[in-house]
């Protein structure tokens, strides 16, 4: 079976760029989550849903930062506009309920 | 805020030694999990422990939950270069998702 499938592995763009970062879920999952990590203040949670519905989001660091789940197999993530310090690597992960979490290969962003 | 400090942070090793790592709170947590993240790739789950007391082994890895379910801890028998990787203990506390720690990023050398 396919894991969490994100999309684009590797985002280089410039400071002030829109980003859009893309995740599929595990088939099935209910639950699906948005981790930002570096190595500086580790993996920190940014917004979960639950059955698409986003039930928490105060880790989303300001407006720049919004996400959406249109469907049970599909979410994003959009920084817009991006700055250096967004630079991190994004991990996506489901799961059924919250407790067992199966993250995707993330998303290494670099904003210059 | 629920917090779970991981020491040490780093650790270097000669294969074959033995090591242990630990994930403290000063929450209870209803479970706590441990995760093992490769370079490049997301952390995958190795263990859940649940009871207070609780010990867990995975082939070379012995997982503890402590009594009062606040705290645990790793430990790997004979560490292999393959045992490398960053160690993410996290925490549950039922309704919430979960909490990570910073991790214990591994290093053993052949």
């Known amino acids: 079976d396919a894991g969490v499938i994100q999309s684009p592995r590797h985002e280089v763009t410039e400071m002030g760029q829109e980003v859009t970062l893309r995740c599929k879920p595990i088939?099935?999952?209910?639950?699906l989550f948005w981790y930002r990590q570096t190595m500086m203040r580790g993996l920190e949670l940014l917004i979960y849903?639950?059955?698409?519905?986003?039930?928490?989001d105060s880790g989303m660091p300001e407006d720049r930062f919004s996400a959406k789940m249109p469907n049970a197999s599909f979410s994003t993530l959009k920084i817009q506009p991006s700055e250096p310090r967004d630079s991190a690597v994004y991990f996506c992960?489901?799961?059924?309920?919250?407790?067992?979490?199966?993250f995707g290969e993330g998303s290494r962003l670099t904003v210059l | 805020t629920q917090l779970l400090e991981q020491s040490p942070q780093f650790l270097s090793i000669q294969e074959g030694e033995n090591l242990t790592v630990y994930c403290n709170s000063s929450?209870?947590?209803?479970?706590l999990q441990w995760y093992r993240q490769e370079p490049g790739e997301g952390p995958v789950l190795l263990v859940t422990?649940?009871?207070?007391?609780e010990v867990k082994k995975l082939k070379r890895l012995t997982f503890q939950f402590g009594d009062a379910r606040k705290d645990s801890s790793l430990h790997i028998t004979a560490a292999q270069p393959g045992d490398t990787g960053l160690y993410l203990c996290?925490?549950?506390?039922?309704?919430?998702?979960?909490?990570f720690g910073k991790g214990t990023r591994l290093s053993v050398i052949a």
């Open positions: 992960a489901s799961s059924l309920g919250h407790a067992w979490l199966f």
């Open positions: 088939s099935g999952h209910n639950s």
């Open positions: 849903f639950n059955n698409n519905v986003p039930i928490d």
């Open positions: 929450s209870v947590f209803s479970s």
């Open positions: 422990v649940v009871t207070g007391g």
């Open positions: 996290a925490g549950d506390s039922g309704n919430t998702p979960l909490v």
